[in-house]
């Protein structure tokens, strides 16, 4: 019986670092390179002794040991969105300062399933000199070895351009995998432009014990050196910064690679690793949901905190609760978690963890809205207290969705007003009902509501209680060839478009959008590849790999259809069923469309069309997409973005074998077809993968169940025969390119940080007392910029680092209480340069102004993206480069330092702060004492930083 995955991953971790550095002990000329803090810290917190512990210190000072990426994870570059990425760095980046004072300054991003153009830019901000990577597509890696290419410039984003690129290495071949002989090193050397050959060795799991590979690897060493006049090489043990610090010196010119990335990964011709994009879809979406909760329960408990908490609260104990959240959702980055490309056990665990740690986050601010409002009677209750809290830097009108036992329903704000409300049967639970909301939130502020049972509708009371929806059945049909003529069409509209739907086939058939008053023919359904489950006749599908047997099959017989119509939205609910005569659907489309006027800034609800979707159980080896056909000219053409940052154009492929899966991309939050008059965008809730094979068409890969012989799956238990039901979410916006670009990044981010609902019971005598005057001010940014972050990290670090090295020598034995004056705000500017006329330009932005509904802002410091460098003091590496000069740095993107608490933020800028406020009493006896300094003290590093301190 194996053990569990968490104990598996101690002894792994125990195994490793205590033989690794006892023979890093035993001779001086070994080298070691340690990559991911979640297996480190499990050692390093649980089970390295005070003796290894010093050991460790002396090798990091030595410079035998060195930490490369230094997050908790290499992470995924596909799937795993940028927000989350940034985290999982920021986790392991600032354990790794607080603890040793040391910085990263190189990746080993080599075992991602591809190479994002996001990578370089977040490794760019961070601090790093070099990247390095493995996995590109076999026939472009091919041709870069024989070129001499595999060493170059890459300039990530194409707003940013020189401003954050970072020189990159890619593994040869033969990969990160250890290749013995002095023959494979001779053949290495002619793909390089330097003398100098990066031999990484070691692979999965060699080094458990250390002393057998550094036993094998001293006398090779040894051989090499002392017949090194004969075989012309010359081998040492070296890290990361000794190999760049050589290539760096040769001084060499280096070929620029502009913003594309390296996606799809393909091993082979017939090896396709884009099955991954929508393996293990409920994880990638409980990852999502995970990653959204803490992003809301940072800001609610920061903004508990500031200006002053009340006393109910234990700050340690909130604290924990973030962190361990903020550990789950970094370590369900790891390239092969999120991905789904793990055992169900590994599975479990991280679905477990994730759950456990949104469950302590959902009760610290259930906690924090307790504290903030009086406690109920004992009678029984007769409804609901609704606190909805809205996590984004910006007025939010949406509806929100609650499921209640009862079918007549008041629903009223905190002043005692009614408010518009709908109540409707659930589509997912029988015996119950949606009551669909509609409210206006400020920028990290909240709204409550009461919902309580009446004895009417509005339509009887003729009062503005919850109204009633009416639902219209249709009948089923069958699956019937396309009749061009004499459609039978009904429509749903709104304020901004006519959905016209098929009443002969019960399936969409068109949009008219009002914004270039044109009609788009649009058709969706449902359709599953088949994939081979025995290698006795060929490619077989994979947790990582898709190898579809032939194009896309339908899956259904027939489609039955209700439209749920009501004063606040209207719902279109479409069942696709595998036979006739079925009475349970495997297939649905929920289709929403709000009644919401334009002109009351409800734009971004008015203009989406919302989805939901129900996809399983499904058949063994099939592969379910959901296929929508439009009228667009788009020519094969797709856009879609690398990790939620960016946009990649990708053009369709035609290859000669495995062409449907090689031109499957990642589409972790959005894609896009367009004409020269309209474009239809896809924004999703969580990854998955998406293609355009035909003209007019995109699809999306939503859910996989897969089995097949291969041993090696066998063994590990990666056949993917997954049973689940999945509910994934897409929004759709058609419009013309103006006016998609414009509403695009934000609409993404509604869906990605749309409002926390926060119940409760709700007795007879409860009243809801927080009205608008008791409110804190709300947080609100200009349009093009969003708040990525505004928590309090809890660090206990001096932000000056040579303070911090000194007091690092003083306490080293143990460890400092948390800071919680310390606040992290992190900026990002939505827009490419030249993408909108208005959105597209710097803004300028005040902190002290938007941050005042939290107190006085007494200090603002800048800082790296991760938080652990002074941005002022830090310094990269400049490369040379083959273009001519007038070219580096062509981008109009310069970024300007504080003046004051005033910043201006540029075109896809992210932009790191901690900001310091005037400290109270009540967090004076919990925290390490005072940052940041009166007078900051000169840091090791070139440069001397500066931050702005109000003299008050």
Not at 882 to 905: D, N
């Amino acid at each position: 019986r194996r053990p569990p995955p968490q104990e598996s991953l101690r002894a792994y971790a125990a195994n490793v670092y205590t033989t690794v550095v006892e023979q890093l002990m035993l001779q001086k000329q070994r080298r070691f390179i340690a990559v991911e803090q979640e297996y480190f810290r499990l050692w390093w917190d649980g089970i390295a002794s005070y003796r290894q512990k010093r050991q460790v210190r002396h090798l990091l000072a030595t410079r035998r040991l060195e930490f490369v990426i230094g997050g908790q994870v290499m992470h995924d570059e596909t799937v795993a969105h940028f927000d989350d990425q940034i985290l999982q760095l920021t986790e392991g980046h600032g354990f790794l300062y607080e603890t040793f004072g040391i910085r990263p300054r190189f990746s080993w991003q080599i075992d991602s399933f591809g190479a994002s153009a996001t990578t370089p830019t977040l490794f760019a901000l961070a601090g790093f000199h070099a990247h390095v990577i493995s996995r590109i597509d076999y026939a472009l890696k091919d041709t870069m070895q024989n070129s001499q290419g595999l060493q170059f410039v890459w300039r990530g984003s194409p707003t940013l351009s020189a401003q954050q690129e970072i020189f990159t290495h890619v593994l040869d071949q033969y990969n990160y995998c250890s290749s013995e002989g002095t023959t494979v090193a001779s053949e290495r050397a002619t793909w390089f432009r330097t003398p100098h050959l990066l031999w990484p060795w070691g692979c999965d799991k060699q080094f458990f014990n250390a002393s057998l590979q550094f036993s094998n690897m001293d006398p090779l060493l040894d051989f090499i050196n002392s017949n090194s006049s004969k075989l012309g090489i010359s081998v040492e043990y070296a890290t990361l910064a000794d190999y760049f610090e050589a290539v760096q010196a040769h001084n060499a010119s280096w070929r620029v690679h502009t913003h594309g990335d390296f996606l799809p990964y393909s091993s082979d011709p017939f090896q396709a690793w884009t099955g991954f994009y929508a393996s293990r879809s409920g994880l990638k979406a409980l990852a999502r949901r995970a990653s959204a909760l803490l992003y809301a329960g940072e800001s609610m408990f920061t903004r508990y905190m500031w200006p002053a908490p009340h006393q109910h609260l234990d700050p340690a104990w909130a604290l924990k609760q973030l962190q361990r959240l903020r550990w789950a959702v970094s370590e369900v980055q790891h390239h092969d978690a999120i991905t789904g490309t793990q055992s169900p056990k590994v599975r479990d665990m991280h679905e477990e963890n994730l759950s456990s740690g949104m469950q302590g986050v959902q009760e610290l601010m259930a906690s924090i809205v307790r504290d903030r409002t009086p406690a109920h009677s004992d009678q029984e209750p007769v409804g609901h207290s609704a606190v909805v809290y809205n996590p984004l830097a910006w007025t939010v009108t949406t509806i929100v969705t609650l499921t209640v036992g009862f079918s007549r329903v008041s629903v009223t704000d905190e002043s005692g007003q009614q408010v518009a409300a709908q109540i409707q049967e659930s589509k997912k639970t029988q015996s119950a009902y949606d009551l669909h909301v509609l409210t206006t939130i400020p920028g990290l502020s909240y709204r409550y509501y009461s919902i309580r049972s009446t004895e009417g509708t509005q339509e009887e009371t003729n009062q503005l209680g919850a109204s009633l929806a009416r639902t219209s059945n249709f009948g089923r049909k069958k699956k019937t060839p396309a009749r061009p003529r004499d459609r039978h069409l009904i429509h749903v509209e709104n304020d901004c478009y006519t959905v016209f739907l098929d009443r002969d086939t019960n399936l969409l058939h068109s949009i008219w959008e009002r914004g270039s008053n044109r009609t788009v023919q649009v058709t969706q359904e449902f359709m599953e590849y088949h994939a081979n489950a025995d290698l006795k006749y060929g490619f077989v599908s994979d947790n990582f790999v898709f190898m579809p047997i032939d194009s896309a099959k339908r899956p259904w017989n027939s489609v039955g259809m209700q439209i749920v119509a009501g004063k606040l939205m209207t719902e279109i609910r479409q069942h696709f069923y595998r036979k006739v005569g079925d009475r349970n659907h495997t297939y649905a489309i929920y289709s929403r469309l709000a009644h919401v006027p334009l002109a009351q800034g409800a734009e971004l609800l008015c203009r989406r069309i919302e989805q939901e979707y129900r996809v399983g159980p499904l058949e063994l080896n099939r592969e379910a997409i959901l296929r929508t056909s439009t009228s667009l000219h788009n020519q094969q053409v797709l856009h879609s973005d690398n990790n939620g940052y960016q946009m990649q154009r990708r053009v369709f492929q035609k290859y000669s074998s495995n062409g449907i899966a090689r031109n499957y991309y990642p589409m972790a939050q959005s894609a896009f077809i367009e004409d020269g008059r309209s474009r239809l965008v896809l924004l999703s809730k969580q990854a998955h993968g998406v293609s355009s094979q035909e003209n007019g068409q995109v699809e999306v890969m939503l859910h996989r169940r897969l089995w097949n012989n291969f041993d090696w799956a066998l063994d590990y238990d990666l056949t993917l025969n997954d049973t689940s039901t999945v509910y994934p979410v897409l929004w759709l916006l058609l419009g013309p390119q103006s006016l998609t670009t414009r509403l695009r990044q934000r609409c993404g981010l509604a869906l990605q940080h749309a409002p926390v609902v926060l119940l409760r019971e709700l007795n007879e005598s409860a009243q809801i007392v927080p009205g608008p005057q008791q409110q804190q001010e709300a947080v609100t940014l200009p349009p093009s910029l969003h708040l990525q972050i505004l928590s309090i990290p809890g660090w206990n670090y001096s932000s000056n680092h040579t303070e911090h090295l000194q007091d690092l020598q003083k306490r080293h034995r143990g460890k400092a209480k948390a800071d919680l004056r310390r606040v992290l705000l992190r900026l990002h500017h939505l827009y490419e340069e030249g993408e909108d006329p208005v959105l597209s330009q710097p803004v300028r932005v005040n902190l002290q102004a938007v941050l005042q509904g939290l107190g006085s802002v007494g200090a603002v410091e800048e800082r790296s993206l991760t938080g652990t460098w002074d941005g002022n003091t830090l310094h990269r590496w400049s490369w040379r480069t083959q273009e001519p000069p007038h070219h580096r740095g062509s981008s109009r993107s310069h970024s300007t330092p504080l003046q004051g608490t005033k910043v201006t933020i540029y075109p896809k800028e992210i932009r790191t702060f901690f900001i310091h406020f005037r400290s109270h009493e009540s967090l004076a006896d919990s925290v390490a004492p005072g940052r940041p300094q009166e007078s900051q003290k000169k840091e090791d590093d070139p440069g001397h930083g500066k931050a702005w301190r109000d003299g008050g």
